[in-house]
């Protein structure tokens, strides 16, 4: 079964403490993201990485941080940086098109919430 | 930064009916996607057009993308009460390094 999964579907956050959302695929994709999503908003980019080893932040990647050790696993921590950091959180992968970026593939999403 | 800005922000038909929304966008793109979010869940990839592609289909989809006017549009023919979600426009700019820019969606409800 190809396909791409995040845990937990639900994470609480203490105030000061930072969190690890899981992101893994086995689709064989070179490209992993993740997005922030807000209550009526659309997606906005935190991090990305085309490769092993090399990722980019994104539109608001204060107050988070990733790593990409392995291919099919991109893990993202909500660090007590992050002010505002409840959200539905979701990861994506991709392959690269020559001249552009191929579908995206989704996760069924985190949702964190501050407590 | 998001590019896309899709309209209506909201649209509600009755089962049976045609759904339209638009998206426009600002820059210079290699192609253009849309998806769809059922409530809650994740996205879905329903298509993707090409900068050099005018119209395509899929099952009851069409999309059509004007380069000049920097703009698309989706048509959903007689919907269902399952094509009740949040349809979503990103764009693929050139020179963007292989990112996608999201709008803010367009929520659709489907009346039975």
């Known amino acids: 079964d190809g396909g791409i999964t995040q845990s937990p579907k639900y994470l609480f956050r203490k105030e000061g403490q930072n969190v690890t959302l899981s992101c893994e695929q086995n689709l064989n994709h070179d490209a992993m993201y993740w997005y922030r999503q807000d209550p009526g908003q659309g997606l906005r980019l935190i991090y990305y990485?085309?490769?092993?080893?090399?990722?980019q932040k994104g539109d608001i990647a204060e107050g988070y941080s990733v790593s990409r050790e392995k291919k099919e696993s991109f893990p993202l921590t909500v660090t007590s940086a992050q002010k505002n950091p409840t959200a539905f959180y979701l990861c994506?992968?991709?392959?690269?098109?020559?001249?552009?970026?191929?579908?995206?593939?989704f996760g069924p999403g985190t949702r964190l919430t501050v407590l | 930064s998001q590019q896309g800005e899709e309209d209506p922000q909201a649209l509600s038909i009755q089962e049976g009916e045609n759904a339209t929304m638009n998206c426009s966008y600002k820059t210079s793109i290699n192609n253009l996607q849309w998806y769809r979010q059922n409530s809650g869940r994740g996205l879905v990839h329903l298509i993707l057009?090409?900068?050099?592609?005018r119209e395509k289909h899929s099952g009851r989809l069409r999309v059509t993308l004007d380069t000049s006017k920097k703009s698309s549009s989706l048509l959903i023919t007689a919907s269902r009460a399952a094509d009740t979600a949040s349809y979503f426009c990103?764009?693929?700019?050139?020179?963007?390094?292989?990112?996608?820019?999201f709008g803010a969606g367009t929520t659709v409800t489907v009346r039975a």
């Open positions: 990485s085309q490769i092993v080893n090399d990722f």
């Open positions: 057009i090409r900068s050099n592609e």
């Open positions: 990103a764009t693929d700019a050139k020179g963007n390094d292989y990112k996608l820019s």
């Open positions: 994506a992968s991709s392959s690269r098109l020559a001249g552009g970026t191929d579908t995206q593939y």
